[in-house]
Each structure stands twice: as C-alpha cells, then as structure tokens.
C-alpha cells in the first residue's frame, strides 16, 4: 500500500514571498501520479498542479511549480509570489497507474498568507 | 453550472437515524467516487464505481452502502449514522485511467449527534 506524508501540518507566508510545502510518500510502483489539490475556505478541492512520474521535467503552472524527486520519493509544491488568495489546506496525493484512479492523500498542510 | 454537484451541503443527524448523500455529474465520466475527509488524515475512499454495474469498496466501507443509479449519479448511504461519521464527504469523478486526473464536488458536511 502507499502512504503520502506531509509533514508540515502548517504554515504561514508573507504576500508576494516564495514558499514551499513539502511531500514524500512511499511506494514500490514505478509508473504513477503525483498531485497538489488545494482547498480553501469554500472547501472546494481544486487541482494545483500534476506529474507523471516518467517525466522527469518538473510540472509547472503558472506560480505553482513542484520539485520531483523519484528517487528521493519527494515531490514539494513551491508557490512564488503568494498571494492572499492561496490561503487554504494544501493536499499531496498519490495515484498508480491503471488502479483505476483512486488517490491517496496525505494529510495536508494549512498555508496561510499574511499581508 | 457546476460539473459535479452535491446534495445536501449540510445535514444534521441523530444517532441510528438512516441518511443519503447524493452526487449528480455532467462531465460524462464512467468513474465516480466518495471520499471522506477528517481532520489531520486527509481525504480517506470509501467507495468507487466504474460503471453503473461495477462498484468496489474502498480503504474505509464499513457503515456504508452506495448505489449507482445512472452514469451520472452516484448514491452514499449510512445505513445507522453512528457519531464517528461526522466528517466532511466528497464525491468525485474521473474520465479514465489515461488522464487520471479526479474532478470534486463542493462537499458536504455530515454531524451526527
């Protein structure tokens, strides 16, 4: 089974600075997903960003890049220029390939962004 | 309009008492899912579904019961609401194993007294 620890219960960031959150998990598998979901007040989970483990280029979206490590079994989120507005829970979740998608989370890390 | 949408978004119970949560999806999804989110332990599966006849038991399915009454609706039952399922439910849908990527309804928040 996998397991995706995330070991940063919370954190806080002042607006327009870089801050990173942290994931490993552990896994035996080879070919599988990694994502970022972030969840805000409205309690809406909301994808960030997503990788592929095969790709060794790291995902990026916009202010959202992550920092892959397979073998290292890391995969930190940093997001630059923090905005009020990325204040929310932040969820690193796990997904083999071809088990029909299901996820496992971690436990999440509560960012928030101080003006 | 929302592409996966949840009813209700709240509910208060009582211990014993038998409740339904309801997910509907316009997105066209074959896969469906309920989730269950408790402080500290992330988003935990309770069940899955693949297609109308083709439903699976997740990490944490007992005290649940679902029904996959269409392809765009996807049913959670506590047949005998016990106060350790207070928690917030989430259902989300997938459009594959190629893509991979899971879509969520807004939640609903579930207190049994």
């Known amino acids: 089974a996998q397991t995706v620890t995330q070991s940063q219960p919370e954190m806080s960031v002042q607006e327009a600075e870089t801050v990173t959150l942290s994931c490993t998990y552990d896994t035996s598998e080879n070919n599988y997903y990694l994502f970022w979901y972030k969840q805000p007040p409205s309690r809406q989970m909301i994808l960030v960003i997503r990788q592929e483990a095969y790709k060794q280029q790291n995902a990026t979206e916009n202010r959202f890049s992550v920092n892959f490590q397979k073998a290292a079994k890391s995969f930190s989120l940093k997001i630059s220029d923090s905005q009020l507005g990325d204040t929310a829970m932040y969820f690193c979740?796990?997904?083999?390939?071809?088990?029909?998608?299901?996820?496992?989370f971690g436990g999440g890390t509560r960012l928030m962004v101080k003006p | 309009d929302a592409d996966v949408t949840q009813t209700p978004r709240n509910r208060i119970t009582k211990t014993g008492k038998r409740i339904m949560l309801e997910c509907s999806q316009t997105?066209?999804?074959?896969?469906m899912y309920w989730y269950r989110q408790d402080p500290g332990l992330g988003l935990r599966l309770i069940y899955y579904s693949f297609d109308v006849k083709d439903i699976n038991k997740g990490e944490i399915s007992d005290g649940y019961s679902v029904s996959r009454q269409a392809q765009a609706k996807f049913s959670l039952s506590l047949e005998s609401a016990i106060p350790n399922q207070t928690a917030l439910y989430f259902c989300?849908?997938?459009?594959?194993?190629?893509?991979?990527?899971?879509?969520f309804g807004p939640g609903t928040r579930l207190t049994v007294l």
């Open positions: 979740a796990f997904m083999k390939h071809g088990a029909g998608n299901m996820l496992t």
């Open positions: 989300a849908t997938s459009d594959g194993p190629l893509q991979g990527t899971q879509y």
């Open positions: 997105k066209g999804h074959d896969r």
